[in-house]
């Protein structure tokens, strides 16, 4: 395959192993703010490995985000985020997610966060299999879920007068991956 070709058929993965290429990967999350609108952030240190097999559904995937790196774009809440409330970077310093099947389309594993596990189902996407201007093999996936923040620990949340909270309980998660070929 060309720098100037791409294959977008999940077929084009071929087995072996993958790195996440930090540089070109972005983890998301969305959350409810006052009710009425929503908080968008990231994590910026990703890193992790996929393990391509002949049976593609046999491939695996590990995932660790330092969670420290969540950025929001107000540093205060930044920090608020990092603290015991949420994260607790100083105890928790990563989330993780081990893989445990993959279809094609949903990539099933668990995810942990402040030492909680928990099952979650990624809908995946795949946008295909380049090889860039260098020669090195990429591949880029898509993936999302919602989830429910309560269920890892996540609980903190501050009444509102006039009903409901702070902070809603289901944050969208969402990553958009570049996968490195190694030889």
Same mark, same amino acid.
Do not use: C, Y
């Given at each position: ?16 192993? #993958? ?16 009710? &009425? ?26 995932? @660790?985000?330092?969670?420290?790196? /969540? ?9 608020? !985020? ?16 081990? @893989? ?7 990539? /099933? ?6 030492? /909680? ?26 993936? @999302? ?6 269920? #890892?620990?996540?609980? #903190?949340? &501050? ?5 409901? /909270? ?6 969208? !998660? ?10």
């Amino acid at each position: 395959m060309s720098a100037t070709e791409t294959s977008t058929s999940i077929t084009a993965l071929t087995p072996g192993t #993958w790195t996440i290429d930090p540089a070109h990967t972005e983890v998301g999350f969305v959350a409810r703010h006052l009710m &009425v609108s929503k908080v968008r952030g990231q994590f910026t240190e990703v890193s992790g490995t996929v393990t391509v097999a002949e049976d593609l559904s046999a491939s695996t995937a590990e995932v @660790s985000i330092g969670v420290a790196s /969540v950025s929001t774009g107000s540093p205060d809440r930044d920090t608020h !985020l990092r603290s015991a409330d949420f994260f607790d970077v100083e105890n928790h310093p990563a989330m993780t997610f081990t @893989s445990t099947s993959f279809d094609g389309s949903a990539l /099933v594993g668990d995810l942990t966060i402040k030492g /909680v596990t928990k099952p979650v189902t990624l809908d995946v996407e795949f946008g295909g299999v380049t090889t860039d201007p260098w020669g090195h093999t990429k591949a880029g996936f898509e993936a @999302s879920t919602t989830v429910n923040r309560k269920e #890892w620990g996540l609980e #903190w949340n &501050v009444p509102l007068e006039g009903g409901g /909270v702070l902070v809603g309980d289901k944050v969208t !998660l969402s990553i958009d991956v570049q996968l490195l070929k190694q030889d």
